[in-house]
Every structure is written in C-alpha cells, then in structure tokens.
C-alpha cells in the first residue's frame, strides 16, 4: 500500500476524527474561535514515486476529479519527466462549519440538524446564550426537541428570590416541572449565569440564588441503641437524617458511636446512653456539627490505610474522637480474615495518634501478611466486648 496520495474516504476519516469527534476543537469552530480555514495536505507523489504504481496513481487522480465538492479541492499543475504535464490534486480547504458538515456526510449532517432544533427556542428566548450553549454542547445534545423548549419556557421564570425558603421541588413555575428544572440544573445555571452577570455562582448557586431551602443531601442512617435514646427518638429504632439536619440537630445520647459502614451498623450491640451514626464512609462533614462537642465521639472505621485517611479526617473535626477496634491487637487477632489492600493511602499528615500511627504502618507494609481486614470480618462478641466497654468504661 502506497504512503502517498491521501484518497478522499482518508481526509473525511481524518477531518471526523481531529475535528467532528474532537469535542473542545468543534465547540471553538461553531464558536469562531478556531479560525478557518481547514487545510489538509493530500501528500501528492513526485514523478518517481508516481512511476512506482501507476495504477494507484490514476486512482488518486480520479477519485478527486469524481469527488462532489471540487471548489475545496485545490489543484497544481506540475511537470513530471516520466509522465508529462498534469494537475495533482495537493491540499483540501474547507472554509466553513457548513461545507465541514457536508463533506462529512449525513451522520453530521442529521447532528447538526438536531443541534438546530434544540438551539431555535433558546436562540429565540435569547441569542447571547449562544456561546454558553456551545461551552454545554453535550449537554444540550442529550435535551430533547421537546426539552430544549421547556428549558426556554422556564429561563425567564427563574428570577433571584423565586424560592422563597421552599425547597427547589416546590417553586412555582408555570408549564414547567420542577424535576426538570432539578436534572437540568448545570445547564440551567450556566443559561442563567450568561444571563444574569454570574450572579447565579456568585452566590452559590441555583438553590441559594432562587433563596430556596436546600435539598436534604449526604443522608445518614441513625441508630439509636437502647431504650432511652429510643424514647427520645419519638420510639423509632432505624432512621436517617441528612446532613443539613444532623449539623444543626443535636442527637439525645451522651455517646455518639461513628460507624463507616452501614452493614456495620445494623450488627450493633445495645450499648447505654449511645446513639450511632452509620454508612457516612468518606462523607465527614456532618463531624463539623457544634454540638458533637459535648459529647463522647467513637469511631469505628475499616482496618485499612483508607479507614485511617477517614479517621484523621474526621479527627481533624471533633480532636476528641477516640478509634474503635482500629488497632494492633484487634487486627493480629483476625488476620487469617485480612485481605491485600490494592491501592494503599499514604499516612495522613496529622489526626492519628501514635499507636494508630503504628497500625497504619503494620498494614502499609504488609508486616502482617494483610493490609486491609474490613469491619464485618470481626468476631460479633470481640466487637461487642470494645463497644460495651467504651460505652459503660468501669468507675475510677
């Protein structure tokens, strides 16, 4: 196969690849940023290597003479010794989005017809939101016909104050769904930004520029673990809280047991006085929550470097959290059920104390022959043993 003479099935493979499938590159072309025009070099062959295949040569030749868009093709009249005077074909030029689209076929042809569908409404509401409908091209290419003319009905309704402290669900819209508005947020806000000076991110957003509550997030399971703090809990023994609330709701125990894993939590022992909070894994930002700071704080994280990562994290919160079955003995005692560890964390600036410091290190290094034992593979009666003796520690 000859290396020169690039046929036109090549340039539109080429032309696909670096431009139509090259999203940062189409989005600057529809933009006008990357500048016209498109030039490609169809790597015309000298006399010699003409000579070389003949046949190939002549294919080349006629493929462009047959090819639909010659005004793109660009022709040069050279002089070879072996053949005589002829017009190769040495370059393409492609002037514009339009002629990249028909040379490219019906495939961006039919995209750009449903990009044309999609922007009219929008377009229509507004045309300086054209440049931020090409920064979310993709996104715009998931809306449907019918939803990029919702999305044009509901921009102007969306005004600073609409929410009125009502969640984002409740806002009244004419015409319009509110779980629309809450799965097309990004989109939304980007329209809203280009319409409103960045207002919308400047204050943080959609929810709090409308001046809605916040939607409930980063739900935690909570588990209150005897008598008394279920009474204080309206009698319910399972419930879950999101952040928002946990931060601002003081639990009724003098214990809070922090627990990694959900699983982990329903195995739980009645343990006095104590309340646990369950499945929050990486999520410790509920830790910040003033209240805590009156309280005994447990942790019982994974035996592994990332269940250290969370404990010195959530450490860095609440200085006065004591670790709970994270240490040497309750590991050499299950290592038999230990695993390797595939993607060790390094050891954590600061949060760990000195043992832990140690045990971080047994599992890193593999001294053990593990480096990673998970809650559930604790014995019930060892876990339930440290539990009750942190909950109820015996009188000095």
Known sequence: MTTWGKMPEQVIQHLSRMEWQHPARLRERLAGKRKFPIVYNLNPPTGTLALTDIKQFHAYLNAWRNWPWPTLVTWVNRSFRELGECDIPVEIRIHTVQQLITVLGNDAIARSKAWEARLEPLLALDESLYPSLLRHLAALERLTVEDARLLAAVIPQLQRGLGQGRYLRAIPLMGVDTKFVELNQALIVALLDQRHRQQVSEEGGLEAWLGCRPTPSNWLTVKPLCSTARIRLAGLSLLKLPLEQLLDYPLPASNILVVENLQTGYELPELPDTIAVCGGGANTKWLRAPWLEGKRIGYWGDLDTWGFKLLADARRLQPHIQALLMDNATLARHRERGCAEPNPAQMPVSGLRTAERETFDSLHSGL????????????????????REWADPPEL
């Open 368 to 387: 053990l022959g593990i480096g990673r034992l998970e809650q559930e593979r604790l014995s019930q009666d060892w876990v339930n043993q440290a539990l």
